[in-house]
């Protein structure tokens, strides 16, 4: 996009705006709000000097920060945004907490803009629809302190016409660092827009936004504005994009892969349609002849939903109790059956006192009953130096002795048992 050329009646229109603002601040003005002025202009840096040098003699101080009424300390979201972009790999645990606590109204969330409603995307009339009000009437959405105060800090940024979209996309793709933050800063809305839509679903709503923000920045490296798309619309799918990979990493105590969990949410939707059409919740079978899948697999895909529920978890009217005391463990032997073991191990070791102490230890290593590994007839032969075909023979002797009804007797009441 060429950019025009700053002749005297340009300038003076600009002069007017800069006197308003500093008029309203304090005889003060940004230097984004210098900047921002001269958008537009092709101005070099010889006139910038001359300039800055003129607004001087008009008594227009320029400041990297704008006066505030109750000065503190203050975070740009940005700058928040892109060191949890360097950390994101890491975790997503921690948020930017340094958010601007200044006094401004929650109206000053929409910002006046210099272009109408028809001019923008249905994803920009979205996220400049948002405020407070709206948030509290969402459910498991907190509009505590630090929402309320990243709400206020995000709408001081207004959102870009067609043209600066433009120019500034141009200029960020070419490397300017500027111009993604003002990108950036004006598309935050959009974000807590489609943000809201994925409360519920285990992660804070702050966590949400901060991975949607992610997800704008890598949008905004990734668009091309010669395309002819809106920005909004291109990045949108970034944010989404981002805020459910990052619920399908951290949102559950077991993770469950990304193409999973798309599956799982598809299964959950169609059966949610089907609810609709059926009038009742649809069987496996249903759901499996829908979807073209098998009954088994629509079980086990719904399965990967279930949530877990803690051993320690408080239970009953009181909750005096935790469920683990209530849950049986089949690997447990009960005490009559404990009892029925070591008494069958004691007449056992009557029975094998029959046989000679090689054939004994032929049975023991042969069934197992030493250490619960049953050994091959050449693994006991090459313990003793002896053949496989020795080792048999004296296995087939020690078993004709334990075969007399005598001995045979004492083990039949275990073994019925």
């Not at 709503?205 to 949008?219: A, K, R, S, V």
Request: include cysteine; hydrophobic fraction near 30%; charged fraction near 35%.
């Amino acid at each position: 996009m060429d950019k025009k050329t700053l002749d005297p009646l340009a300038f003076k229109s600009i002069l007017k705006t800069l006197n308003s603002l500093k008029k309203a601040q304090s005889g003060v003005i940004s230097e984004r709000q210098l900047n921002d002025s001269f958008l537009e202009y092709d101005v070099t840096e010889e006139q910038m000097t001359n300039i800055r040098a003129y607004l001087t003699t008009q008594d227009i101080t320029i400041s990297s920060n704008i006066p505030k009424p109750e000065p503190a300390p203050t975070a740009s979201p940005v700058s928040s945004i892109s060191e949890s972009k360097s950390d994101s790999a890491e975790s997503s645990e921690e948020n930017d907490e340094n958010d601007d606590t200044d006094e401004i109204s929650e109206e000053d969330i929409i910002s006046d803009d210099e272009f109408s409603d028809d001019e923008l995307s249905d994803e920009d009339k979205d996220a400049r629809s948002i405020n407070i009000d709206s948030l509290k009437s969402i459910e498991s959405i907190s509009t505590d302190d630090p929402v309320r105060i990243y709400l206020k800090q995000i709408g001081i940024y207004p959102l870009l016409s067609k043209e600066e979209e433009y120019a500034l996309a141009c200029r960020s793709r070419d490397g300017d660092s500027y111009a993604k933050s003002r990108l950036i800063e004006s598309n935050l809305r959009l974000v807590v827009s489609v943000a809201k839509h994925y409360v519920g679903r285990g992660m804070n709503f702050l966590d949400l936004i901060q991975e949607g923000n992610l997800g704008l920045m890598h949008g905004i490296d990734k668009f091309d504005p010669d395309k002819g798309f809106k920005l909004s619309t291109y990045v949108t799918w970034w944010i989404k994009q981002s805020i459910i990979r990052s619920l399908a990493d951290h949102s559950r105590t077991i993770r469950v892969p990304v193409h999973v969990v798309e599956l799982i949410n598809k299964t959950k939707r169609i059966s949610r349609e089907m609810s609709l059409e059926l009038g009742h919740e649809p069987s496996l079978e249903e759901l499996a002849d829908r979807m073209n899948l098998t009954p088994e697999r629509i079980a086990e895909i719904l399965s990967y939903d279930n949530g877990l529920t803690s051993l320690d978890s408080k239970v009953g009217d009181d909750e005096d109790s935790e469920l683990s005391n209530f849950v049986k463990d089949d690997k447990i032997i009960s005490p009559e059956q404990n009892a029925n073991h070591i008494m069958m191990r004691e007449e056992l070791d009557k029975t094998l006192g029959i046989l000679t102490d090689k054939e004994k230890t032929v049975i023991e290593y042969r069934y197992g009953l030493i250490d619960g590994q049953e050994r091959t007839l050449e693994e006991i032969g090459q313990m003793y130096g002896l053949t496989r075909e020795r080792i048999r023979q004296i296995e087939s002797k020690a078993i004709r002795k334990l075969q007399n009804p005598k001995y045979k007797r004492m083990l039949t009441g275990f073994l019925e048992d």
